[in-house]
């Protein structure tokens, strides 16, 4: 069972995008992430949703995210 409800991951997602998600939030997301890979997929989905509505496509790889979540200690 993941850190953050199936019902709340949209809305944690959308926090973390748009910079209104707390630390605690952002570590919670993390460790979900590391139980259900598929998170960082939706993660990558959701911030290219949000690049190409804001006109600044740059999609996110799945792997960088990993990467951030490695280096930071949870």
Do not use: G
Request: glycine residues 0%; charged residues 25%; aromatic residues 4%.
């Amino acid at each position: 069972m993941s850190q953050i409800d199936s019902e709340n991951i949209s809305e944690t997602i959308s926090a973390l995008l748009d910079n209104e998600a707390d630390n605690l939030e952002l570590r919670r997301f993390l460790k979900s992430c590391e139980q259900d890979p598929t998170l960082l997929e939706t993660w990558e989905r959701y911030n290219l949703a949000q690049s190409a509505l804001h006109e600044s496509v740059k999609p996110v790889n799945a792997s960088l995210s990993q990467r951030i979540a490695e280096q930071i200690e949870l």
